[in-house]
């Protein structure tokens, strides 16, 4: 048997050497786009994908209008499959079932009969089960098709034609918001109040065309979304989401106080954030509860009936239940981040982040167009009209000679248009003309009908002629739809109340409120032990400490604090009192409890004051002023604060409570300056306070210049110079300084 070459390809005329490469980058990139125009992201002019515009255009073709009979789901589903949309049937049903549900559409497109699902995340029943018809809005968005409003293209066979963009009588991209994940790219748009969009577009008509989305901000100051809630997202934040087109809102479940007598209440949550599904929401909530991460609570029930009814039964009457509710928010989906992503195709072509004025604009020019190409339109009627109605008064005016000609010659129409000089539509339509239409008053009417049309004609003429009376035509428009929607209305009133967001102390009542409040003593030895005793006390037993050790740090503090603590690399970590070993034994290693890298030691542990600021300050006598609240750390690794370089270390952090600044180096030189002169950050290397022949930083205070400066010396007696006393010391930052004042620690600390 004679061996195959399996290297050479078999002949044939279809065999070619590719490039893999180039190969895969062409089809993944005719992929992405086909992803990103067909099927993720929305037109900015109807707000819709292709696969709504397509059901929506079916629904039309089957004349579901709203006060007309309902469907089935699955006749519709069939004809969009089978026509526009070759796709699964399940895809298509889905996106129809969501258009009807007016917990995820603030404006419903399609008006459902049958079970569409529910906010607890049911599904809906099958297509077979359920009908659908059109809503109003549905209509308005595709009001003027059949008006060459729009351009249409074939469908994926070619047998027939679908709408590239409906006509859009309402902002429906912004109304009714949009969501989708495409390749590379992905939209995220809440739903907004369309009375207030309405108020935005008619501003930027008649005021200001370029307006800032600070301008839009007081039309539409924040999303409407159809399960109500309560947004404290604050207003600079809106305002930068809608100048950019990216950003997020922040959304809490609305609730209230029920008191149920002799000092008993519970809480109701009748609105939820706007995708959260409710039965998911209680089964976190439990969840919660039994992993005893919600200390306040006692129960989670669910009396929800048409409406939303969530009871939280608080642990006590006496739990505060603002506090309650906070703790609620921060671990549970009763507040969710509501993203905003503005990526939409601009024109149908090419995707585009907008903002707010901008996505405004593009359905605004797209309403223009569609005036213009309805204007257009109904003049070429009623110039084919008119041409008509000429040739039936000729027809009445001559009416003898037309029967004779009819009657005798062989070529009726040609004998016509020869005799009266006719045109071919106009000699058609007499040739057309009913025997009833013969009678006297028919002449009047068709002369009335003639004037009147040519009235319009004048009036349509003009409208095209001038932008002032188009953008007068689509204000008038406008109006009519806010009048439909306005907040005066049920659909149309805002659901989504604005509140102000809660402040950062709010979170830090919300911590402390979990732990009791007990005074202690916290004790950290100069080998790194740290234990808290109960109580405030200065008897601190020196027995208390291991073989070799001893007392680096104790100070009195509450078990609701926080402790921060500076290690020699710049880093900050917080401390919770409350998870301290207890005073009875030795206590525990702080390496246990921080991530200290290798080599590192702790320089001061000192209690968090809220609004208090530090002098931190390097070996090299590199420092800054630094506000405590920037000092804590969510996490065991800590926080960098100071940048420090080469060999370089962390040397102390003090109080920064005053106007001047003392430092006193390891040489024994001191230098006073003001602290006006140290730069305030969160984070980096600061600034020179004092200059060093050599060595570095020793200590350094701030103080009050009217009470002057005050040190302790190693016998514990204390020692206060005014700043009379101390102006040979005074001068500007980076100085070198001189011999410190008589008296002075030999250890060249202010607290001996």
């Known amino acids: 048997m004679p061996k195959t070459d399996t290297k050479t390809p078999p002949p044939g005329d279809d065999n070619a050497v590719v490039d ?103 599904s809906a029943a099958a297509m077979r089960y359920t009908e659908t018809r059109m809503t109003d809005v549905a209509m308005r968005l595709m009001e003027g098709m059949a008006e060459n409003a729009v351009d249409f293209k074939p469908t994926y066979d070619g047998s027939g034609e679908e709408p590239v963009v409906l006509p859009a009588n309402f902002p429906n991209l912004l109304a009714n918001g949009a969501q989708g994940i495409a390749v590379g790219m992905a939209t995220s748009i809440p739903p907004h109040n369309v009375a207030e969009l309405c ?84 089964e976190k909530i439990a969840e919660l509860l039994l992993a005893k991460r919600l200390p306040l609570l006692k129960d989670v029930r669910d009396e929800s009936a048409d409406d939303i009814r969530l009871v939280l039964e608080p642990r006590a009457g006496t739990v505060d239940e603002a506090m309650l509710m906070e703790q609620m928010f921060k671990l549970s989906e009763l507040e969710q981040r509501i993203p905003l992503n503005m990526n939409v195709l601009d024109h149908g072509t090419v995707p ?92 009047i009417e068709l002369r009335s009908e003639h004037k009147a049309l040519t009235e319009e004609q004048g009036h349509l003429n003009a409208l095209l002629g001038s932008d002032k009376k188009q953008w007068g035509e689509i204000t008038t428009q406008i109006n009519e739809l806010k009048k439909i929607y306005g907040k005066d209305t049920p659909l149309g009133r805002r659901k989504t109340e604005l509140a102000d967001a809660p402040s950062v102390a709010d979170d830090i009542d919300i911590a402390s409120s979990f732990i009791e409040r007990e005074p202690i003593t916290v004790i950290l030895s100069e080998k790194g032990w740290i234990r808290a005793m109960k109580g405030h006390t200065a008897d601190i037993d020196e027995k208390g400490f291991k073989a070799g050790d001893r007392l680096k740090i104790a100070f009195l503090a509450e078990t609701t604090d ?56 390097s070996s090299s006598g590199n420092g800054f002023i630094v506000p ?91 020692f206060t110079k005014s700043m009379a006393e101390l102006r040979d010391w005074v001068g500007e930052r980076a100085q070198a300084g001189r011999q410190p004042p008589q008296g002075f620690p030999r250890n060249n600390k202010f607290t001996g």
């Open 352 to 443: 585009k982040v907008m903002s707010l004025g901008d996505a405004l604009r593009a359905w605004l020019d797209h309403r223009k167009d569609v005036l213009v190409r309805r204007t257009q339109h109904r003049l070429e009627q009623i110039a084919h009209r008119l041409e008509v109605l000429d040739g039936y008064i000729v027809a009445y005016l001559n009416l003898d000679e037309v029967i004779r000609i009819i009657r005798e010659e062989d070529d009726a129409k040609a004998s016509l248009m020869a005799a009266f000089k006719l045109s071919e539509v106009q000699a058609e339509a007499i040739l057309n003309m009913r025997l009833r239409s013969l009678r006297k008053l028919e002449e």
């Open 562 to 617: 926080k402790l921060l603590l500076l290690s020699t690399g710049g880093k900050v970590y917080t401390l919770a009192p409350d998870k301290l070993p207890g005073g009875r034994g030795q206590g525990e290693p702080l390496r246990l409890m921080v991530d200290l890298d290798e080599g590192q030691d702790f320089v001061d542990l000192f209690v968090h004051r809220p609004g208090a600021k530090r002098l931190v300050a």
């Open 20 to 122: 893999l490469r180039k190969a895969l980058e062409e089809r993944y990139l005719s992929y992405a786009l086909s992803t990103i125009t067909q099927r993720a992201l929305p037109d900015a002019r109807d707000g819709l994908k292709p696969v709504h515009r397509r059901i929506l255009h079916g629904m039309r073709l089957l004349r579901l209008d709203p006060d007309g009979a309902y469907k089935k789901s699955a006749k519709i589903v069939g004809d969009v499959m089978g026509s526009f949309h070759p796709h699964g049937d399940q895809s298509i049903y889905d996106a129809l079932v969501r258009l009807a549900q007016d917990f995820s559409m603030r404006y419903p497109l399609a008006d459902g009969q049958g079970n569409f699902g529910n906010i607890d995340g049911d």
């Open 199 to 282: 108020e935005a577009a008619l501003h930027l008509i008649n005021v200001n065309p370029k307006s800032t989305a600070e301008e839009l901000l007081h039309f539409v100051p924040a999303p409407d979304f159809p399960t109500g809630g309560v947004l404290v997202e604050p207003r600079q934040s809106i305002l930068d989401a809608y100048a950019t087109g990216r950003g997020s809102f922040r959304l809490r479940a609305r609730w209230h106080k029920e008191d149920k007598g002799r000092g008993v209440y519970q809480i109701v949550v009748t609105e939820i954030p706007y995708g959260v599904q409710k039965s998911k929401l209680v």
């Open 628 to 718: 405590e609240d920037e000092l804590i750390a969510n996490t065991r690794k800590g926080k960098q604060v100071l940048n420090l370089a080469g060999a370089e270390e962390a040397k102390l952090i003090v109080p920064a409570e005053g106007d001047s600044v003392a430092v006193i180096g390891e040489n024994r030189k001191m230098i006073i300056f003001p602290a006006a002169e140290l730069p305030e950050m969160a984070r980096g290397k600061g600034v020179r306070l004092q200059k060093f022949k050599d060595g570095g930083i020793s200590d350094a205070r701030i103080f009050a210049a009217k009470d002057g400066l005050t040190w302790t010396d190693s016998s514990g007696r204390t």
